[in-house]
Nanobody, 124 residues
Framework: QVQLVESGGGLVQAGGSLRLSCAASGRTFSSYAMGWFRQAPGKEREAVAAINRNGDSTYYADSVKGRFTISRDNAKNTVYLQMNTLKPDDTAVYYC?????????????????WGQGTQVTVSS
């Protein structure tokens, strides 16, 4: 069992930056691929970014490529999402997820554990 706790969300103006963090419990964090997802009001949850267990393979949704960066620190059991040049359309609850396989995926149902989410609001 893995418990995930997100932090770093908040209110930011368009063009600004935020860095989300996701702290994981347990000693098996380094064996899991990790992902960030988001869900805006009235919309389905969508993938944002994913990273394999070693941190050397990453994937991004087209909508965030070039603006967001996913990374991980296995020594700290933490995965990060650096978000730059934020837009109002990025407003959503952002979720961290863990997958019991080493390879990353942008498919929501591929993930086994989920955090409670952190709100990101981008004002225009």
């Amino acid at each position: 069992q893995v418990q995930l706790v997100e932090s770093g969300g908040g209110l930011v103006q368009a063009g600004g930056s935020l860095r989300l963090s996701c702290a994981a419990s347990g000693r098996t964090f380094s064996s899991y691929a990790m992902g960030w997802f988001r869900q805006a009001p009235g919309k389905e949850r969508e993938a944002v970014a994913a990273i394999n267990r070693n941190g050397d393979s990453t994937y991004y949704a087209d909508s965030v490529k070039g603006r967001f960066t996913i990374s991980r620190d296995n020594a700290k059991n933490t995965v990060y999402l650096q978000m730059n040049t934020l837009k109002p359309d990025d407003t959503a609850v952002y979720y961290c997820a863990a997958r019991r396989l080493p390879t990353a995926s942008l498919v929501t149902r591929a993930y086994d554990y989920w955090g409670q989410g952190t709100q990101v609001t981008v004002s225009s």
